[in-house]
């Protein structure tokens, strides 16, 4: 008895200390320099790429009721977005953008399995430097490190625009959609996922609800989410914007990643303690935020909503 006992307080205390810190050592949005130093951070820990691969986004899931292998489920969103977006109409050699690209998974599949010249953008310097390491030689990516409210790039310069949770970063929503439009063809693609906040017309958001979106905000360097509604009116609002904006809430079946992502930890344990102890710790820390994130997109305070604009051209 004495021995269960001990080990419950000890869980216990180990438990309040993780949450202290959770709660006191956020990573809240102070400028474009937080997210950059927070994904440089993440990338250079390897933390998450050794538990969740090449892709730092959510999966899908046709069936949630079904397993699916969590990283298998990254590459098919992949495709499913490449389909509902209309990229699989494109052809070989068309150049495509994708902005905010992490280690570059989402762009080494679009040019190893759809043939497309792909430039990945990151305002991380580690996750550029990564997906150059990550990426063969005989793929055609390039990657650099350029902020997504002031590309670097021509007016009509790309047949295709990516951007998979992008967006929550983005602290000018508006700026963001312009400049995401700015830089594609007329007659091009656009696709774009998101993790988005309930819009205010479904009912305003009670103290618990405020609270939770706080914290996502704060432990993840994400200066504010838009609504579905929200952003779509962004991109039609948007100067550059060449046909109608088409959305589609992929909540269902992108909610299972959230508690994938923690048993990930528990499948490849090698993964994390190969790292040290203090990568378990860094491990146990993301946990909290996670499970948040899950009731959020559970109860409907959040959503995942996806992009694409259907051309007058």
Aim: net charge neutral.
């Amino acid at each position: 008895m004495f021995s269960v006992l001990y080990i419950f307080l000890v869980v216990a205390l180990l438990f309040g200390i993780l949450l202290f810190t959770w709660s006191r050592q956020d990573r809240r949005y102070q400028s474009n320099d937080s997210v950059a130093s927070a994904y440089d951070d993440w990338t250079n820990d390897r933390l998450l790429e050794r538990l969740w691969g090449d892709h730092i986004h959510l999966g899908f899931y046709e069936n949630p009721i079904f397993e699916k292998d969590f990283r298998k489920a990254k590459v098919d969103l992949v495709h499913e977005l490449v389909a509902w977006c209309g990229f699989d109409k494109l052809p070989k050699g068309s150049r495509i953008l994708d902005v905010g690209c992490g280690i570059g998974g989402s762009a080494r599949i679009l040019a190893r399995d759809y043939g497309f010249e792909v430039l990945g953008i990151s305002i991380s310097p580690a996750q550029v430097k990564r997906a150059v390491e990550l990426t063969p030689q005989n793929l055609t990516c390039d990657f650099q490190v350029m902020d997504a409210l002031a590309l670097e790039l021509d007016n009509n310069s790309f047949d295709g625009v990516w951007s998979v949770e992008a967006g929550p970063h983005m602290p000018d929503k508006q700026k963001y959609a312009d400049e995401l439009l700015r830089v594609l063809r007329p007659g091009g693609f656009l696709a774009v996922a998101d993790w988005n906040s309930r819009d205010t017309l479904e009912g305003s958001m009670n103290s618990l609800e405020k609270l939770i979106v706080r914290q996502l905000l704060n432990q993840w360097a994400h200066p504010a989410f838009s609504s579905i509604n929200g952003f779509r009116a962004n991109l039609l609002r948007s100067s550059f914007c060449q046909g109608y904006i088409e959305t589609a809430d992929w909540t269902a079946a992108t909610l299972p990643s959230w508690m994938e992502s923690i048993w990930e930890g528990f499948r490849r344990p090698e993964a994390i303690l190969g790292l040290g102890p203090k990568a378990l710790f860094q491990g146990l820390r993301e946990i909290p935020t996670i499970l948040m994130m899950r009731w959020a997109f559970a109860r409907g305070l959040m959503k995942f909503g996806v992009f694409r604009m259907s051309s007058c051209s």
